[in-house]
């Protein structure tokens, strides 16, 4: 199988399954002297890891990172960095009666006609368990962000679960960490977890809607045409398990927009020029404006749920099939910190590409000496 790698001057490649004996990446093009250690990984990795609460897969990970190589006392140093994460809590034998049968919604029955044979045991390559290496990777790449660009800040939310959306007038920050949703209302946390609640005791599952906000990114990152910035955030978004749609800035709505309304106008400070408004998500032709950079994307429900459904086996016979095992009633939740740090990676991978055409060269507005 190929094209497990992400990615062009900063680059991983993920390796492993849902359930084999460990999965992980092998991370390039990380620039030497950044300070790096297990612990500095494993933050990102405990928000991402099964089991937390309730409202999650109960597969009891722990997700442990080791470092293999690439790192020496504490620091990178610019060699290939290999890391792993072992799986300890498998329950293979829950799939095998979906061994010669097809999961609706799932990639089983996509993998089958392409390969001809498939790992069914959690979906193996298929599985979001392999986001644990992504949010591992993408650890890595926070690391050497805020070596080179300690002012830039990302951070996802939810604000969509199912009929549920979030008040915006009730928008807090500091509220984001502080609830198994990765909500920024806390008012309106009980009625997303009783929500839910209702969802997974109906043995159903429900879709997601994910906010990203990049803050600090500098402008003049991207490149026109096939290295714009917008297409490798949405790319990195889209290759996310059960992720059905991104948009960038007002995305699907300046289709009811006229151009007087969309048009970001402009104005000069004293720092330099400003936009008074940011429809365009902080990206103009494939190109950062040094505005906030903000993006959304839609999540499936999951497909692993145990409601009969209509589906056909390996010998084309026609059956109804109940998945058993351990599964997200909303995939979405963990797909927060999966984003981040995918984001995380084309930031960093676009800075290096900036650097190396342009050394860091911007152009001047404003009078000349």
């Known amino acids: 199988m190929s094209y497990n790698t992400f990615g062009r001057e900063f680059r991983f490649t993920t390796w492993g399954e849902s359930h084999g004996p460990a999965l992980g990446a092998t991370v390039d093009g990380t620039p030497p002297g950044v300070a790096l250690d ?17 409202h999650t897969t109960q597969r009891k990970e722990p997700d442990q990172v080791r470092i293999l190589s690439g790192v020496f006392e504490g620091r990178t140093t610019g060699t290939p960095i290999q890391l792993m994460i072992e799986n300890t809590d498998q ?4 799939y095998g009666e979906i061994a010669h049968s097809f999961r609706p919604g799932h990639a089983d029955i996509a993998y089958h006609l392409k390969y001809g044979i498939r790992d069914y045991r959690g979906g193996g390559r298929s599985s979001a368990r392999e986001t644990a290496a992504r949010v591992a990777a993408g650890a890595v790449a926070q690391a050497a962000l805020r070596h080179l660009l300690p002012d830039l800040k990302i951070t996802g939310y939810m604000v969509q679960m199912g009929a549920l959306h979030l008040d915006r007038a009730n928008f807090d920050s500091s509220a984001i960490s502080e609830n198994p949703f990765f909500l920024p209302d806390p008012g309106a946390v009980q009625a997303w977890s009783d929500y839910l609640d209702g969802i997974r005791k109906d043995q159903n599952s429900v879709g997601a809607a994910i906010e990203l906000l990049i803050e600090g990114c500098p402008p003049g990152l991207g490149a026109p045409v096939y290295a714009k910035l917008d297409t490798d955030l949405a790319a990195a978004m889209m290759s996310i398990n059960a992720v ?5 800035g007002e995305g699907l709505g300046a289709a009811g927009l006229t151009g007087t309304d969309n048009a970001d106008e402009i104005r000069m400070g004293n720092d330099g020029p400003f936009f008074l408004s940011n429809h365009a998500g902080g990206i103009l032709g494939g190109i950062s404006t040094g505005q906030d950079i903000v993006l959304r994307f839609s999540v499936k429900p999951t497909s692993s749920i145990t409601t009969p459904r209509r589906t056909i086996n390996r010998h084309g016979e026609e059956i109804e099939l109940i998945t058993k095992g351990r ?27 900036d650097r190396a055409q342009t050394g860091g060269i911007r152009g001047r507005i404003g009078p000349e000496d």
């Open 38 to 54: 297990e612990a500095f990984i494993q933050q990102f990795l405990d928000r991402r890891r099964p089991g937390t609460s309730k």
């Open 327 to 353: 599964h997200d009633p909303c995939v979405g939740i963990r797909a927060v910190p999966v984003a981040e740090a995918m984001a995380a990676c084309v930031i960093l991978d676009h800075l290096l590409m």
């Open 244 to 248: 059905k749609g991104v948009e960038i």
């Open 91 to 94: 329950r293979s034998k829950d």
